[in-house]
């Protein structure tokens, strides 16, 4: 059996109980501190007192006149004591010039001994004023030499008031202390109560271990999932960061509390991170060659200014890998078509042979060899990469089917190139013909060029030149692009096809011919000029990715 679990006291009341320990601790402090000020006080204005009394004592004739003579003490007390009762001190003592008690009229018992008080010596010829024990009793004391009419010392005059105990300072403090103090204790409660309650709501009814363990779930959360995490507020501050979003968009490990745009961001992810449009879902953003998915959410913290907590998602390689997949399936139909074409034409020679006219079947046999064999000449002399050749003869069938009539222009030409730049030309031609065709469909011309062209540099010497990029050019005669859109065209999810009908591959074409283009170093762009040109530049060396 267990044992029960202990109880522990709240936030509030740790909070609490704190904070009056706290109060009773700076009460008794102050009330010490009060207490030492005011016996200071006391014991500076009573040896001014003191010194002034032993003075005129002192200097009364009588007393001068008696200790010229050598007198009996009791000619002295009555006089002393005169003197003590009307000035109002404890003590009141008169000693000759040895220091004997000649007159103690408050206690007796000193006359007859010796009395020494202040200092000795060269120094006990003058006024002197401070702190003494008389028969043991602490004292403020002042002392001052009697001197006789030819300016011999005859005695001394000593004059005190005993300490105040420290009970009997409490005792005439305590009614203005104990009201001070009642009511700083009752304002130090008040705003311990309040102090308390305000932190509890701020940390929302939680104790400190229930905060602990919801921090470390968070902090195991943000760094645990895949997905980027990113929170800007409306100081365009980053609030937060976790290390996938560090990995997708390439941040600094001091981004946290640094400017979005202070971070090194393409200028695009920045504005997209900085703002939030409602009812944007999957928003696409091509950042330093890679593409992200993201959503995001506005967030209002009851206690802080607003903040856009985006998630981030890296779809590069499945948004390649769905488009090459879309442009499959319409191979495949292309191919589909092409089979049904060239069955139809079988059965045309098969019945020209079976009624008997072998001229009729030989010509149209010469007809569609002619064709097929001009449009692969055609390509094949202008463009010698086999995997870009082979794409252009398989778009220009498309384009057919579709009714739609792609040619490439006169002045193309492209050499060999490597496995590399061949992907991306591949990609990035396939994503633009596509484009095209589909941008002239709904049009009367349907007119696609495509200009190919392979750009060199000089090189030192006798060599020859050297390949430096390669310049992808699809025009149309399609409506071009619309105005609304000139600014986002190549934004990932953008289409001005209807939602309803672009299927999920749509709007990530262009998006992806920037990231290829971008990725080697190129750049894409486009214009309108009786219909769209989008132009493509890939650099023969990919450049670093930083």
Wanted: hydrophobic letters at 45%; glycine letters at 8%; aromatic letters at 2%.
């Amino acid at each position: 059996m267990q044992p029960p679990a202990r109880s522990r006291l709240s936030l509030t009341r740790q909070l609490l109980i704190f904070q009056l320990c706290l109060i009773a601790i700076v009460l008794v402090a102050v009330t010490a501190i009060t207490l030492e000020q005011t016996r200071g006080i006391f014991a500076s204005g009573q040896m001014r007192r003191m010194l002034t009394v032993a003075e005129y004592s002192a200097a009364v004739p009588l007393v001068r006149s008696l200790l010229s003579e050598a007198p009996h003490p009791q000619q002295l007390a009555a006089p002393v004591e005169a003197l003590r009762t009307t000035s109002g001190v404890d003590q009141l003592i008169v000693t000759d010039a040895s220091g004997r008690v000649l007159a103690s009229p408050a206690d007796p018992r000193l006359v007859g001994s010796t009395l020494a008080v202040g200092p000795t010596g060269a120094d006990s010829q003058g006024a002197w004023s401070g702190s003494a024990d008389i028969d043991m009793v602490g004292h403020i004391v002042a002392r001052v030499p009697v001197l006789s009419n030819a300016g011999r010392l005859v005695g001394t005059v000593i004059a005190a008031r005993e300490f105040r105990p420290f009970v009997g300072l409490l005792t005439d403090a305590a009614p203005n202390l104990l009201t001070y103090l009642g009511v700083a204790g009752v304002l130090g409660t008040a705003g311990s109560m309040w102090l308390a309650a305000r932190v509890k709501r701020q940390t929302l009814g939680l104790e400190p271990d229930q905060i602990a363990k919801l921090v470390e779930h968070r902090e195991a959360m943000l760094h645990g999932i895949r997905e980027g995490v990113v929170s800007v507020d409306t100081d365009d501050l980053i609030t937060l960061a976790n290390d996938s979003a560090r990995t997708l968009l390439n941040l600094p490990a001091d981004a946290v509390g640094r400017r979005i745009d202070d971070v090194g961001l393409d200028p695009e992810a920045v504005r997209v991170l900085r703002g939030h449009r409602a009812g944007d879902v999957d928003t696409g953003l091509v950042n330093r060659g890679m593409l992200l998915v993201l959503n995001q959410t506005t967030i209002h913290p009851p206690r802080s200014t607003p903040e856009v907590v985006t998630t981030l998602r890296d779809r590069t390689e499945l948004v390649t890998l769905q488009h090459d997949l879309g442009s499959s399936m319409q191979a495949t139909d292309t191919l589909r078509a092409q089979t049904h074409d060239f069955a139809n034409r079988l059965h045309t020679v098969s019945m020209l042979i079976q009624l008997g006219d072998t001229d009729a079947a030989v010509d149209y046999i010469d007809a569609v060899s002619r064709d097929r064999s001009q449009l692969d000449s055609t390509v094949l002399t202008r463009i010698n990469e086999p995997a870009v050749a082979a794409l252009l003869i398989a778009k220009t069938s498309l384009a057919r089917e579709r009714g739609a009539d792609l040619t490439l222009s006169a002045e193309s030409s492209l050499p060999r190139v490597d496995e590399t730049l061949s992907m991306d030309l591949v990609t990035v031609i396939g994503n633009l013909v596509d484009n095209a065709i589909d941008a002239v469909t709904a049009t009367e011309t349907r007119l696609v060029e495509v200009d190919i062209r392979a750009v060199t540099t000089e090189a030192d010497g006798p060599s020859p030149a050297l390949l430096s990029e390669v310049r992808v050019s699809v025009r149309d005669s399609g409506p071009g692009v619309d105005a609304t859109l000139t600014d986002h065209v190549f934004e990932a999810g953008v289409t001005s096809k209807p939602r309803a009908g672009a299927g999920a591959d749509h709007g990530f074409g262009l998006a992806i011919v920037r990231l290829v283009a971008t990725r080697r170093g190129g750049q894409a762009a486009f214009r309108n000029d009786d219909g769209a040109v989008f132009t493509a530049t890939l650099p023969v060396k990919a450049a670093a990715h930083v």
